[in-house]
């Protein structure tokens, strides 16, 4: 199949714009600037304040900034309280803050033990994964702990494991049975 040649572009030579453009060249070849009649000094010109101004944001958007990864490195500690009658006898002697327990190789356990005092009880409750509520078996549920159910209700309701203690203090078996009945209630 044979392909015809095409007709090449031709330049206007003849007209107002033919005229312009030569008068411009011939201006620009005196200056001794070849290229200045290709560029068009108004092409890159501020068109409108607002215009500018949504550009410029639209430039700085583009920016990557680089995202720091702020997570820790371990995990945060689960932070169990230990929640009891004040007459509660303790193995510990003094206790002065949190007991750190290392639950496997990434885990970690803060053993905290909850007084009587109101402020202590919302403090807690607040930053409680799991609450150990100790009952005295003998005596049942005391104010205190009545209180600091009703604190955890309020501030999110943590996890609560009840544990009965002094049960070994019942010499019968038929009374111990009642009384865990009576608690489970």
Excluded: Y
Aim: aromatic share 4%; glycine share 6%.
């Amino acid at each position: 199949m044979e392909t015809k040649d095409q007709k090449k572009h031709r330049k206007k030579n003849s007209g107002p714009k033919a005229a312009k453009k030569k008068k411009r060249h011939l201006q620009d070849l005196q200056l001794g600037d070849k290229d200045a009649g290709k560029r068009n000094p108004k092409a890159f010109a501020v068109q409108s304040a607002v215009w500018m101004a949504r550009s410029q944001d639209l430039k700085t958007k583009k920016h990557h900034i680089p995202v720091v990864d702020r997570t820790p490195l371990e995990p945060p500690s689960i932070v169990a309280v230990v929640m009891g009658p004040p007459k509660l006898e303790r193995k510990l002697t003094e206790i002065t803050g949190p007991v750190m327990v290392a639950s496997g190789k990434k885990h970690r356990l803060a053993i905290i033990e909850c007084g009587c005092d109101i402020n202590m009880m919302v403090d807690l409750a607040k930053a409680a994964d799991l609450i150990l509520m100790l009952i005295d078996a003998s005596f049942g549920f005391e104010m205190e702990t009545s209180e600091f159910l009703n604190i955890c209700q309020v501030h999110g309701f943590p996890k609560i494991m009840g544990v009965l203690t002094h049960l070994d203090s019942f010499k019968h078996n038929k009374k111990r049975k009642k009384i865990k009945k009576k608690t489970e209630k």
